[in-house]
């Protein structure tokens, strides 16, 4: 198991910025990707962007050219850099880890950190 910790979330207004971390410990070795969802209230979690350890990146369509995510592998952290937000971006952005255990998958989840985006 993957313990992650998230932190950055807060208030911002519309076009404004923030820059979420995502620190993982426990079975990092065990980590194939990367990557942070989020779900506002009455919606599905949807992934926001992803990372493997290959960098191989993928982002949402609605996210693309705003936010940014990359890794620090000596840090075994992931960053999500929002710019350009808006209110839609409002949401609990939950960090996210795809694990490899024998020949099974995992998902492990952050507590979840808040994001307001204000008109």
């Known amino acids: 198991q993957v313990q992650l910790v998230e932190s950055g979330g807060g208030l911002v207004q519309t076009g404004g910025s923030l820059r979420l971390s995502c620190a993982a410990s426990g079975r990092i070795h065990s980590i194939i990707a990367l990557g942070w969802y989020r779900q506002a209230p009455g919606k599905q979690r949807e992934l926001v962007a992803g990372i493997t350890t290959h960098d191989d990146i993928d982002y949402a369509d609605s996210v693309k050219g705003r936010f940014t995510i990359s890794r620090d592998s000596a840090k075994n952290t992931v960053y999500l850099q929002m710019n350009g937000l808006k209110v839609e971006d409002t949401a609990v952005y939950y960090c996210?880890?795809?694990?490899?255990?024998?020949?099974?998958?995992?998902?492990?989840w952050g507590q979840g950190t808040q994001v307001t985006v204000s008109a």
């Open positions: 996210h880890a795809k694990t490899t255990g024998g020949e099974q998958l995992f998902d492990d």
